[in-house]
């Protein structure tokens, strides 16, 4: 008898993608012991519904869409008592999960994966009180650059994209006096982007060091971008970001379980790169490996 699969679907990830890829993914995991059940989102959100009412009677769920689908499964999956494993085809456009997994984006490859991968256990974020993020809650103006940036710019271009973008923005950029209360301590800073992040990639722009980044280990990181004074004060924000180089002036990493932002007034921060709403204070916290998640 074949071991029963929840195979979710966002028909709009990556324009459409799945259209030319759906049938090998059902073959390959029938071929490999499963029988799939398929289940197509049809609005925002459905995801997370979806993987709450349905992913408990299955011992496998498999998320093809981009990161965006992923973290709402997330989100269901963390209402239920008892969680799946998960598979995750990815479909977007940035991929930041796949990217930190080191996950194919061939739809036969990543179906491998799900069939004879490890499972990694996955910190899941708290963002607030009643909200999760899985890769990255973040504000300010270099969430806004590395999303905003038309993806046939950055493959044209590449990181040079994301810095004439960043340059375009200094006369706009926003800037917080922000309160960070850390596991380490606290900071009182000038900031122009706060990041919470569990992936070695945001944006498929920014990236931080593998072996910096533990997706099980029970903590963040944290990314801290000073305000910069001039043009100057960007550039070398926008090397040190891309050399990965972060003890500097500008720009600090660090690591905590959890952590507290205060704001003299609402900020706008973005979950997963979508709207997280307006929060003059916001805490942020590791749930430690609620899930595990199929990789090589």
Known sequence: MKTPVLLLVNPVAGHSTYRSALGEITLGLYRGGYQPTVCFTEYPGQARELARELGGDYPLLVCLGGDGTLSDVMAGLMDLPRRPRLGYIPAGTANDVATTLRLSRNPARAVQTILHGRPV?????????????????AFGAFTEV???????????????????QGMAQLPRLSHHMTRVEHDGGVL??????????????????????????????????????????????????????????????????????????????????TRDGEAGGLHQDLTLTNIHAPLEILAD
């Not at 590395?146 to 004439?164: C, F, I, M, N, R």
């Open 121 to 137: 256990p996955y910190d899941v974020g708290r963002f607030g009180q009643e909200e999760y993020f899985s890769y990255i809650a």
């Open 146 to 164: 590395s999303y905003e940036t038309p993806q046939d710019v950055k493959h044209a271009l590449g990181h040079l994209a994301y810095l004439l």
């Open 188 to 269: 009182e800073l000038d900031l122009c982007f706060g990041g919470v992040t569990n992936s070695t990639s945001v944006a498929g722009l920014v990236r931080l060091s593998e072996s910096a980044v533990k997706l099980g280990d029970g903590k963040f990181e944290v990314i801290l971008v000073r305000n910069p004074a001039d043009i100057s004060d960007m550039t070398n924000i926008v090397s040190s970001i891309l050399s990965k180089s972060y003890d500097n002036a500008h720009v600090t990493v660090l690591q905590s379980q959890k952590v507290r932002f205060t704001f003299q007034e609402s900020v706008a921060w």
